[in-house]
């Protein structure tokens, strides 16, 4: 061909824009994908609007193709979908004389493995006279994504139909069209051409999709949900992990605490310090006398002379002004109150005698002091003497706990609010159509099942300080799942979603994160009893108002609540620890006594649900809490630990000594 350019018409079909073109993003955005391309190949001829009309379709069509200069290329944006009044393809497709169906086939599967609603795009693609016509989607970005898909192929494809001769544009052979185009065969294996294909690469820095950087065998997909059940994986693509690599895994994607302000009260239990905190103010704040009894100003001797004495005041432990104590008189004062301006010393109760009252006889007026031993100071706590204001009475990373102390010592010094941790937001979503809510009326139908799940870790997750959000039940459906984990991440900072992790057709947990929502699996498989499938991802969102980056996290966990319930202590709870700044994370593990045998999995380390108590001897025992089938919650009840079975080794015998994960409080004690 000539060095001229190929012609391009675009040509965007939308009511809306046709009323008022300032509305169109799509015609700008597509003019721009040919006029970035790097090698320049299209001029854009013309860009125009037309309503959803098949006759405005099919007059702009032949307008540009049928005469002796024709456009190279027409491409058409929006109207491909299910609305009634979407009618592109209805209106191009009678048109076409040659249809394209492999250009087709490549935008569909560049938009399916960017988003499952590509699976509503009707997209045509086909030769008319000697143009080439395309229909792309009517969003920017999808249309954008689609055209990007296909334009390295489309200058050969428009040399072909507008008449060039095929063996001109052969010449360099297969090769040369390949590297026009874009591809680099870079092996041959058993007459198959293996490409590295930069259609998705970094384009003359325009920024395209990612390209993966690693083997597929490194580097496991999901299922993809469109493939249907005859392609779907036999087996799981993840590696199966160690529970330790797992929690190192999660140790390492787990964000790392942000610290604000909050106000000291009983909502700071379980929180963290993000800061050291300094008294505000010293304690006591004033000089107080420590016994009931009388204030005193000593002579110049620095002991108190024994003798009979005016009682001129009385000092209570309430707040206000009271005057200086005189030398020769007394003031009457209680535990705590202040002392007297003047005062050195107070004289317990028990060192005095009354020696008159007042007329009325109400009032004490003189009292005999009985000891010259008291000294300066005595009786007397004096300001500061217990926290100096500016002190520091707490370090970052101490924890303000459920016992109180650390609650009231901030509360003593006049602080009224302190840096912790941000605490995370954990979300508790089930998926599955065959799940309904535990509370609902009514007897089951075949195949339903009472939603466990939910309530279970709900009830956990506030039981062990964080706050939990129910996010209900979402349906298996893959548009359905996509839109609860995009609301979801709106309100929480972790995802727990029970079910759909397994190996089953339906299962779309894994493919939406990571087809749908971009985010990357760190784990699918965990060696383990229960709780194999355990997932765990990641994925950064942009906030909308800052543009800071955040990452969430997800903890896809077994639907059988048993499993669920393990895998929530187990890998859930020491993500939250590491988040709110609580170190060490996770559960304490501590060396119990077998009551009665048990037997260990022959493939996989297994957490066993017991009941520890301390026996008066001080050890721990544990029982186990019955039959340990994993959709048995019903082994949970009375549990507060987690046996820590060993892979393999038989049964152990009544009496030796097992690690356990304490879960819950040891609940008093059983006689020996
Ligand atoms: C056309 O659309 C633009 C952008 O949405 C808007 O600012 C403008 O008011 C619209 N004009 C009319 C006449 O509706
Ligand atoms: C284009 O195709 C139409 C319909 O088949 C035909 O009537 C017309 O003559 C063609 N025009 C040219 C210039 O080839
Ligand atoms: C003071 O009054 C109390 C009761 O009003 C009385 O019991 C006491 O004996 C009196 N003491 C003196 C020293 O008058
Ligand atoms: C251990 O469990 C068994 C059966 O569940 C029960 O009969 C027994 O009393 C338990 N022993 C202790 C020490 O709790």
């Known amino acids: 061909m000539s060095d001229s350019k190929l012609t391009a018409a675009i040509l965007i079909v939308s009511d809306t824009a046709s009323q008022n073109a300032s509305t169109d993003r799509c015609g700008p955005a597509l003019k721009e994908v040919f006029e970035s391309d790097e090698r320049g190949s299209f001029a854009v001829s013309e860009v125009k609007i037309v309503p959803d009309s098949t006759e405005a379709i099919q007059h702009f069509i032949k307008h540009n193709t049928d005469h002796a200069d024709p456009v190279n290329l027409i491409i058409t944006s929006g109207g491909t979908g299910f609305a009634v009044k979407d009618s592109t393809p209805e209106a191009v497709s009678p048109l076409i004389h040659k249809h394209a169906t492999g250009l087709v086939h490549a935008m569909l599967s560049a938009s399916l493995a960017i988003t499952p609603f590509a699976m509503m795009a009707r997209p045509i693609a086909g030769v008319r006279n000697s143009t080439l016509i395309i229909t792309l989607p009517g969003s920017p970005k999808g249309a954008k994504e689609n055209l990007e898909a296909i334009l390295r192929q489309l200058p050969h494809a428009c040399q072909q139909a507008a008449g060039a001769d095929s063996r001109e544009l052969h010449v360099g052979g297969v090769t040369q069209l390949e590297q026009d185009a874009g591809l680099r065969r870079f092996m041959t294996v058993k007459g198959m051409s293996v490409y590295n294909c930069e259609i998705y690469g970094h384009v003359h820095g325009s920024h395209k999709a990612p390209v993966p950087h690693t083997k597929s065998e490194s580097h496991p997909q999901s299922n993809d949900p469109n493939a249907g059940p005859s392609r779907r994986y036999r087996s799981s693509p993840y590696p199966m992990l160690s529970v330790d690599e797992a929690l190192q895994l999660i140790q390492e994607h787990t964000p790392s605490s942000k610290a604000v302000m909050r106000l000291v009260d009983e909502a700071l239990v379980g929180s963290v310090l993000a800061d050291d905190v300094k008294a505000v103010e010293s304690v006591p704040a004033f000089r107080a006398s420590i016994v009931d009894g009388y204030a005193i100003k000593l002579p110049s001797s620095g002991k108190s002379v024994k003798g009979i004495y005016p009682v001129a005041m009385i000092s209570h432990a309430q707040a206000g002004d009271i005057a200086s104590l005189e030398e020769g008189s007394i003031a009457r004062i209680t535990t705590g109150a202040p002392l007297p301006p003047g005062a050195d010393a107070v004289v317990m109760v028990e060192d005095t005698v009354l020696k008159s009252n007042t007329t009325d006889g109400q009032e004490e007026k003189d009292v005999e002091i009985l000891t010259d031993e008291i000294v300066r100071g005595e009786n007397i706590r004096e300001v500061g003497s217990d926290v100096q204001a500016g002190e520091t009475i707490m370090k970052k990373g101490e ?246 079975l060993p892979a393999g080794k038989g049964m152990l015998s009544k009496g030796d000594k097992v690690d356990a994960l304490l879960m819950g409080q040891i609940v008093g004690y059983i006689d020996a």
């Open 399 to 644: 924890g303000i706990t459920a016992i109180g102390g650390e609650l009231g010592l901030l509360a003593s010094v006049g602080v009224r609010q302190v840096l912790v941790y941000h605490k995370p937001v954990v979300g508790v979503l089930s998926t599955g159509d065959e799940i309904v809510p535990h509370d609902r009326l009514g007897d089951l139908r075949l195949g339903e099942v009472r939603d466990t799940n939910r309530p279970t870790l709900l009830t956990a997750i506030q039981g062990s300080g964080f706050k939990a959000m129910d996010l209900g039940i979402a349906s298996d459906k893959p548009g359905a799942l996509e839109e609860a984990l995009r609301t979801a991440f709106t309100h929480v900072d972790v995802l727990i979603t029970t079910g759909g992790v397994s190996m089953g057709e339906l299962d779309l947990l894994k493919p939406t994160i990571e087809r749908a929502l971009g985010g990357t699996i760190h784990f699918g498989r965990v060696n383990m009893k229960p709780g194999k499938p355990t997932t765990f991802a990641s994925l950064v969102l942009k906030n909308p108002t800052s543009g800071a980056r955040i990452t969430k996290l997800i903890f896809s966990l077994p639907g059988n609540p048993a499993s669920a319930t393990v895998c929530y202590h187990l890998f859930v709870f020491p993500s939250l620890h590491t988040a709110s700044g609580i170190s060490p994370p996770g559960l304490p593990k501590v060396t119990v006594i077998l009551e009665s045998a048990v037997r260990c999995d022959k493939g996989r380390p297994e957490y066993h649900r017991v009941a520890v108590t301390a026996k008066r001897d001080g050890i721990l025992y544990a029982n186990s809490t019955g039959m340990q089938r994993s959709s048995r919650i019903g082994s949970f009840k009375s549990a507060n630990a987690l046996l820590c």
